[in-house]
């Protein structure tokens, strides 16, 4: 083996390293924190025709994992997440970081202090390691931004497993830099699937935590099971951040780090989940490589113990997102009003009608914000009704068939070709033979979870002519705990998900397939 081998092969053992894994070596003294940053900042550089991040600061990152190392010598106990690199979609505030939100205008904004989830995970001893691009967050470009990351501004971002493809998104950087193993694991921000998605396009796993949404709707409440604080633009009832990482068991780790729950793996045996009935499968434009990894999945779980009972999919979608259902229902608009006051307070260097000078932003009207959380409008007094119908139907649904939880297919296609030309509204893509509204063949699975506020989790179960796909599981609201244990003991009975291939092009780090 020469040179340029050992060191390809060096740095791929350390990239391939999950987050437990590496935080445990880090914490016993096998691993130094240092050695194992600089290694992935070196993957970072090889893996740069991805364009994964917007912001690296690789003195601020090796200082970090530095003062871990030091910390160990002195005999000081290391947190759980000691050494673990993250990185977060650039809507997250990091003190001292730039945070752009995906639009150029922002780049200059730098946040004078660190997230509520970046402050426990730091705290824990994760290092920051970037801020990862990702769709046009402030409104000014395509909505179809938001579920390709080929932003107008930092440049398109690429899929691991085939760079002519898209990543998924709008978290798609945050997902492209984990599957590529430049960091282990990281932090998006999901408001219609937007952890979920890129999750399933790139082969990781990617939790939507609780949000309750309905409820907050009917009660005029903002509870969610993640703080959102520290997001930008302002958030919305929907809006909240995800973690994502290679394994629902890192996902775990991250979840405890935030909230102090503890989630283990739970038991196959006689555990009730619900799959669609066979005429899904028949009727849906689905991709057959997608059904066709969906049902072998759901042959595994059945020879582990699982009791799987078929529901209507199609209806269930029917009922809780609404005949009269629109794209912008499960996609990210900022409110004007809020995000002209949020600059105002904190950059006043930049104005509402400097985001709006790219292309006009979307505004929302009181109608297409009832929409956003129920997919119908209705006359003023009916929202409580409806909402109320809603969460009592969903909670019933579980109820009379005794579910932990129910799996359908994150994604009905693999990822699609990114447009060389750059995204356009309503912008088609061809799903098994059948034109398909791109943004909308997106988000059609994982909106439903956003707008009940409940919990769903994308666990990637195999590839399909090379690219990955995602199964989702979408459990009760508040009970995410259940939902990873649910996770991690499906994900144990599965193959191990193969990563992406890569080799090492002189010492330039250029990468290329393999």
């Known amino acids: 083996m020469d040179l340029q081998d050992r060191h390809s092969s060096l740095l791929q053992g350390l990239s391939g390293l999950g987050a437990r894994e590496a935080t445990a070596q880090i914490r016993n003294g096998e691993l130094s924190a240092e050695v194992y940053a600089s290694a992935l900042l070196r993957h970072h550089d090889a893996w740069r025709d991805l364009n994964t991040l917007i912001t690296v600061d690789e003195t601020r990152v090796l200082e970090e994992a530095r003062a871990l190392d030091v910390a160990r010598a002195n005999g ?93 998104g709008s978290s798609g950087g945050v997902a492209a830099a984990i599957s590529a193993g430049i960091a282990p694991a990281g932090i998006g921000e999901d408001t219609g699937g937007s952890v979920r998605l890129p999750a399933a396009c790139t082969g990781i796993a990617g939790l939507r935590p609780s949000t309750f949404s309905l409820r907050n709707l009917l009660d005029g409440a903002g509870r969610k099971r993640y703080s959102d604080d520290g997001m930008v633009p302002p958030p919305a009832l929907l809006d909240t951040w995800g973690p994502m990482a290679r394994t629902v068991a890192d996902l775990a780790l991250l979840d405890h780090v935030i909230t102090g729950s503890q989630a283990t793996p739970a038991s196959l045996d006689n555990m009730r989940i619900g799959v669609p009935r066979p005429d899904y ?15 072998s999945t759901f042959d595994r779980m059945r020879g582990a113990g699982a009791v799987l009972v078929e529901y209507d999919l199609l209806a269930l979608m029917r009922r809780m997102t609404g005949p009269r259902d629109r794209v912008g229902c499960a996609v990210r608009r900022p409110n004007p009003q809020s995000l002209g006051a949020w600059l105002a307070a904190n950059f006043p260097a930049v104005t509402l009608g400097d985001i709006q000078s790219y292309l006009p932003a979307l505004q929302l009207t009181d109608t297409d914000r009832d929409a956003l959380y129920t997919g119908e409008t209705f006359a003023a007094g009916e929202r409580e009704r409806l909402v109320a119908e809603l969460e009592s139907a969903h909670a019933d649904f579980f109820r009379d068939h005794g579910f932990t939880a129910f799996a359908l297919p994150t994604l009905r296609m693999t990822a699609p070709l990114i447009n060389p030309n ?91 397939k393999s």
Request: with cysteine; charged share 15%; proline share 9%.
């Open 76 to 168: 000081k106990k290391l947190g759980p997440a000691a050494g673990l690199p993250f990185v977060v979609k650039d809507q997250m505030e990091i003190a001292g970081y730039p945070t752009t939100a995906g639009n150029i205008h922002l780049k200059s904004y730098v946040a004078p202090r660190n997230a509520a989830i970046a402050t426990a995970l730091r705290g824990a001893g994760a290092v920051m390691f970037g801020k990862a691009n990702c769709g046009d967050m402030l409104g000014g470009a395509p909505i179809l931004t938001h579920g390709t990351t080929s932003n107008p501004f930092f440049g398109v971002c690429r899929n691991p497993y085939n760079l002519a493809h898209v990543p998924g």
């Open 281 to 295: 499968w028949e009727t849906d434009v689905i991709d057959p490589g997608v059904a066709r990894l969906l049902l």
């Open 422 to 512: 750059g995204d356009t509204p309503g912008q088609h893509i061809q799903v098994n033979g059948t034109s398909m509204n791109e943004i909308m063949a997106f988000v059609s699975h994982t909106r439903l979870a956003a707008r009940l506020g409940a919990p769903a989790l994308n666990i990637p179960i195999g590839l399909s002519d090379g690219l990955p796909v995602g199964m989702e599981l979408q459990g009760a609201p508040g009970r995410d705990v259940e939902l990873l244990g649910l996770g991690m003991a499906i994900e144990a009975i599965l193959d191990r998900f193969p990563p992406p291939s890569m080799r090492f092009n002189g010492a330039n780090g250029a990468r290329g």
